[in-house]
Every structure is written in structure tokens, then in C-alpha cells.
């Protein structure tokens, strides 16, 4: 576990493989997680790869801030870390509010990105009305108003059982986010349209999704896949939302084909 300043804030990350001239890859979590929903993928890929995951501001260890967000402040975050570190052509793999933050990467820094996995993401996510009920509960009675919605669009049925201690503890790891940091983040998520930044991706793109997500239901991803020209499309069976953590194998290969498919490589 590592802290670094970028401009005013503090930054929670995890750096593996550096300066072993691997390729780089970054991951970025979803609203409301940290930077360990990426655990399993990080222990399977360590040994190929350069690995940055960093907590979003607001989230985890990272300093709070100033809430509300913009998208773009999530990704001059992300791009002072892939900056101090020297990486670069980084394949940067985003999750929900996290390719939002991909897409903003690669508008203001395109130099930094050699490829992009969105996963469980869109250029544009939800209605207004709809992050404004969601912030509004979460100030006026805290983020365990909303845990049991949230916990439905993260993890498919077979997953949210009682018995199952992963459950139980993402379940925890949503509960121990700050409150002004998560309403901020649904503040930034509101505000942002990349539809016009999807249009102009020059790299190559795979968009990933579980069957069963909630959140972003595969209809929502394929319309962010048929924006980007030449993105590959995949759905992931038996996975919801974060399918990093409920179908991690199945995440791998995925990602592992796109990559080894790369130009160069």
C-alpha cells in the first residue's frame, strides 16, 4: 500500500511490476468500492504486467476532497499517478463510473492510452433524476438506505446469500465508504456525457459486461461499444455488475485475449 500527493489530495495505490518494462496496465474501480475489488485479477496478472490501482478520491484511503466531483478530476487524478511512475502506453480497464474516468483519460492525456477495457460501463450513465434520488438518500439517511438496492445491481441472486462471507464483506466495503465522497461521485456520474469522446477513440477498445448487470445492462454497454469504432463486445454469463469479483476467471480471459491481440504484442 502506497500514499502519493497529487496536487492537494492524497491518493491510497498499489504499484506491482515496476520497472520490469511490462506492460502497463491500470485498473479503476466503480462507485462506492476500492481498489481491492481488483484482488484476484491483480494476483493472476502480476507476473506479466506493470499494475496500477489507486483508491478514487473519496473512496477508500484517498483523501476526501472536494465533493461534488467532476469526472475530469478523477482522471487528472489517475494521470499525476501514471505520470510520477513513468508509465506509459498504459492499458487502462475501467469499471462503471471507472470508464467514465477511462473515456476523460483519454480525452485530456489520448498519449497515455494504448488500449481500453470498459467493463460494465457507458458514455453516459443513468437519468439525472435518478443519481438526484440516490444522493439525496444517501445524505438524509446514509449509504445502509441504499445497501440492498446497490447489492442487487452489483451481484447476481446465487451470490447474495447470507452464507457467503465475499458478500458479507463487499457488502462492508460499501458501507465503509465516506458519504460525502460517494454523493460526490453520483454528482460527477450525473454530470458526465462522453458520448462525443466514445466517437473519437483511436485505440483499441473492448467493452465487457456481466448478463445480469444492473446497473448497466448489456443493452447499455453495446450502445457504448457501437460508439466506439472497432470495440469488441462480450457478456459475461453468470455475472451482475462487478464481474471482476463475482466471475474473475471468466474477466481474465477476456481481458487476456483482448491484450494478447494488441498491436505489438
Given at each position: 500500500m502506497k500514499f502519493m500527493r497529487i496536487g492537494d489530495l492524497v491518493l491510497s495505490h498499489d504499484v506491482h511490476g515496476l520497472g520490469s518494462g511490462k506492460p502497463a496496465l491500470v485498473f479503476i474501480?466503480?462507485?462506492?468500492?476500492d481498489r481491492?475489488?481488483?484482488?484476484?485479477?491483480?494476483?493472476?496478472l502480476a507476473g506479466d504486467f506493470t499494475i496500477l490501482t489507486f483508491d478514487k478520491r473519496g473512496h477508500g484511503l484517498s483523501d476526501l476532497g472536494e465533493p461534488p466531483y467532476r469526472i475530469e478530476d478523477f482522471s487528472a487524478d489517475l494521470a499525476g499517478l501514471i505520470d510520477h511512475y513513468g508509465l506509459s502506453n498504459v492499458i487502462v480497464c475501467g469499471l462503471s463510473v471507472g470508464g467514465l474516468?477511462?473515456?476523460?483519460?483519454?480525452?485530456?492525456?489520448?498519449?497515455?492510452?494504448?488500449?481500453?477495457?470498459?467493463?460494465?460501463?457507458?458514455?453516459?450513465?443513468?437519468?439525472?433524476?435518478?443519481?438526484?434520488?440516490r444522493i439525496n438518500a444517501v445524505r438524509q439517511n446514509g449509504i445502509a438506505s441504499i445497501l440492498e438496492p446497490v447489492m442487487t445491481?452489483?451481484?447476481t441472486a446465487p451470490y447474495r446469500?447470507?452464507?457467503n462471507a465475499d458478500y458479507r464483506g463487499y457488502c462492508?466495503?460499501?458501507?465503509?465508504?465516506?458519504?460525502?465522497?460517494?454523493?460526490g461521485t453520483c454528482a460527477a456520474i450525473r454530470d458526465?456525457?462522453?458520448?462525443?469522446?466514445?466517437?473519437?477513440?483511436?485505440?483499441?477498445?473492448l467493452c465487457v459486461v456481466g448478463e445480469e448487470d444492473g446497473s448497466t445492462p448489456p443493452d447499455v454497454v453495446r450502445s457504448l461499444a457501437d460508439l466506439v469504432p472497432g470495440a469488441r463486445f462480450e457478456i459475461i454469463p453468470g455475472a451482475a455488475h462487478i464481474p471482476c469479483v463475482e466471475t474473475p476467471e471468466l474477466f481474465l480471459a477476456l481481458l487476456r485475449g483482448f491484450v494478447a491481440d494488441l498491436p505489438g504484442d
Open positions: 474501480n466503480s462507485l462506492g468500492t481491492r475489488i481488483w484482488d484476484r485479477v491483480v494476483a493472476e474516468i477511462a473515456l476523460s483519460l483519454y480525452d485530456t492525456r489520448p498519449d497515455l492510452v494504448r488500449a481500453i477495457v470498459f467493463a460494465d460501463t457507458a458514455h453516459k450513465i443513468g437519468t439525472a433524476e435518478f443519481w438526484a434520488a445491481r452489483w451481484f446469500v447470507a452464507d462492508t466495503m460499501l458501507l465503509r465508504q465516506p458519504p460525502e465522497g460517494y454523493a458526465a456525457d462522453f458520448t462525443a469522446v466514445a466517437r473519437t477513440i483511436a485505440v483499441p477498445a
